[in-house]
């Protein structure tokens, strides 16, 4: 019999996961608004490599619209952590799934980082403080770092998961081509729009698993019948 305890901690991880989920979802589409409304600029310079000029372009002409972009990116780094903590919780690989999360976390610290500087700079250049003194070097390092911790964390994922049923192969699967993807990506940046479709399909099926997961389980847990006394 699940104790209450275990009940309410399993619930948790799938709501967080959920929660996640839906978050990050919904930052990825409002980064797909922001390019199409933006479309002379790169709103996320690190990327794609860049001439110095086209780097600082947003920079020096849509300020605003990088501490908007950069703003939901504060908040897809919050849904994405959230997730795999969630996501983590299906694997039956502890070890593994340790990994996993290590790498997310590590992922998600980076990427704040990175935001934190470029809306730092979007923050000065909108009070019309030149931007020349951007780090660029150091935000394409922080960048590639980023990369590489998602990867190994979508990596170790895949290999944590169980295989016992559809749903958990084809989360191992989209786990494996986000890895297989960006490492091609390294070698090929003209892949990068098609880097985020791994992991946007993981997400998808991430949501609908946690969905399911809180459907078929009730908010408190069955009450085990008292034996009568004598």
């Known amino acids: 019999m699940i104790t209450p305890d275990a009940h309410a901690s399993a619930r948790a991880y799938d709501r967080a996961g959920f ?3 839906v978050i990050t979802l919904g930052c990825a589409l409002a980064f797909q608004v922001l390019s199409l409304t933006h479309p002379d600029v790169h709103l996320q310079p690190t990327d794609l490599p860049l001439s110095a000029a086209d780097f600082l372009r947003p920079l020096t002409h849509e300020p605003q619209a990088v501490m908007v972009w950069m703003g939901f990116d504060f908040l897809f780094v ?22 996993s999360l290590g790498a997310i976390l590590t992922a998600g610290a980076l990427d704040a980082t990175e935001n934190a500087l470029l809306a ?17 070097t150091a935000l394409y390092v922080i960048a590639a770092l980023k990369t590489a911790a998602a990867m190994t964390a979508a990596g170790f994922l895949a290999l944590a998961l169980p295989t016992t049923t559809r749903a958990h192969r084809a989360m191992a699967a989209a786990a494996a081509a986000f890895v297989l993807v960006n490492a091609a990506g390294t070698a090929l940046p003209a892949l990068g729009p098609v880097e985020p479709l791994p992991i946007a399909v993981l997400t998808v099926l991430l949501l609908v698993t946690f969905r399911a997961r809180l459907r078929a389980t009730p908010s408190t847990p069955p009450i085990s019948p008292v034996a009568p006394s004598r």
């Open 19 to 21: 929660v996640g989920a």
């Open 78 to 99: 919050l849904g994405y952590i959230a997730m795999f903590t969630g996501a983590v919780r299906l694997a039956r690989a502890p070890v593994l799934a340790a990994v």
């Open 120 to 136: 730092t700079q979007a923050a000065l250049s909108s009070t019309g403080a030149p931007v020349d003194g951007v780090p660029m």
